[in-house]
């Protein structure tokens, strides 16, 4: 009998351990070296999670409700993770700190802070609200390249199919009758002729250039030639210029308003800013102010920031609300960005409809245009 108990304790240890190692997020982390965890979930995730604490509930069984309600997945597995580490002492930060390929030091140092000023609850509404306006933000510009995408990928795969498959038919039937072909005719043949013989060459070359690109954008020095380029683009860089500028606001006015040391915040906003130059500029601004320097007056240095910008930073340092004024111009830069996205769809639809013209125009004038030879030819 005691040797039947034992089997069984030892039974229920092992499948104990086996639950414990298979909702282990931190395991995935060491193993892949990150876990996939779309922007959606980690944005519902802050949600709920912000929706319960305003409900006063313990953190820990908020993190158990959200664990309980989350389907299957990386997110339900890191939300266990977490509710273990917090139900064995360890603060939410740290928990999340594991985690840094879901929660970026960004996320991390405001839930410390709000640890550290006892306002969690109010430190969770604030990462729900600039993780929304973020993900709004992106997917505006996301889904306004979707339609120009389209139509230029459906444009060239017509050209590619005509110049392939159609243009070769006719030429048989021109030169079968004999004549001189019109230039534009000629050219079209021409044309066709090399995309049906040397089409390898074109594709290898394609795919130098993009390995070329991609090698080259992974070096500091490349990214930061890439990076300049996007910010001087005619139309495209104004909204990236924009953009940035609204995500360095939202960011460090986040951070300001959450108690977060300035220095400290300025290191988390220039590893946040996802273009090297606006991150040289940020580490700039922050090697300024530890000197002792008011920041404003250094933003204006990098020539990265307008002037309004610049003046509001200003204005905020002084009166002590600096944290109000980076998220007013926030709010400013990503209302010019959508106009601008909406301005420039409304532009590049009828653009890209005339150029789509332009092209299957030349290419069914070019082939008929040998009809009134033929016709000439057939009445001889």
Request: charged share 25%.
């Amino acid at each position: 009998m005691p040797e039947k108990l034992r089997d069984r304790r030892e039974k229920l240890a092992r499948a104990a351990s086996e639950r414990t190692t298979a909702a282990a997020p931190s395991e995935v982390v060491t193993k892949r070296g990150k876990v996939k965890v779309s922007k959606t979930a980690k944005t519902n995730f802050t949600t709920q999670l912000a929706t319960l604490q305003d409900a006063g509930l313990p953190i820990l069984r908020s993190l158990r409700i959200l664990e309980n309600q989350s389907a299957k997945g990386p997110m339900k597995q890191v939300t266990a993770g977490l509710a273990e580490d917090v139900e064995g002492g360890t603060s939410l930060s740290e928990a999340m700190a594991k985690y840094p390929y879901v929660f970026d030091d960004l996320y991390v140092n405001l839930v410390r802070a709000g640890e550290a000023g006892g306002a969690l609850t109010q430190i969770f509404n604030r990462l729900s609200e600039f993780m929304e306006k973020a993900d709004a933000l992106a997917r505006k510009i996301r889904s306004a390249m979707i339609y120009p995408t389209l139509v230029v990928s459906f444009a060239t795969a017509v050209v590619i199919f005509i110049m392939t498959s159609v243009v070769p038919k006719f030429e048989d039937a021109f030169r079968s009758l004999g004549g001189k072909l019109p230039a534009p005719t000629q050219f079209l043949i021409d044309v066709s002729r090399f995309l049906a013989t040397n089409w390898w060459i074109l594709l290898l070359a394609v795919l130098v250039l993009v390995a070329g690109f991609v090698a080259i954008g992974r070096t500091r020095g490349g990214r930061r030639f890439y990076d300049a380029r996007k910010l001087r683009l005619w139309i495209f860089g104004p909204i990236v210029h924009g953009t940035q500028i609204a995500r360095f606001s939202r960011t460090l006015g986040t951070l300001s308003s959450s108690g977060v040391e300035r220095l400290r915040s300025l290191d988390i906003v220039a590893d946040a800013a996802g273009n090297v130059v606006f991150e040289d500029g940020v580490r700039k601004i922050q090697a300024a102010v530890r000197e002792g320097e008011a920041m404003a007056r250094q933003m204006g240095a990098t020539a990265l920031f307008d002037d309004v910008v610049v003046n509001m930073v200003d204005v905020g340092e002084e009166t002590g609300e600096l944290d109000k004024m980076l998220l007013k111009v926030a709010d400013v830069y990503e209302q010019q960005v959508d106009n601008r996205v909406g301005a420039l769809m409304s532009v590049l639809e009828p653009v890209l409809i005339v150029c789509l013209g332009v092209v299957v125009g030349f290419i069914v004038i070019a082939l008929f245009l040998p009809l009134l030879s033929i016709q000439q030819l057939l009445g001889r």
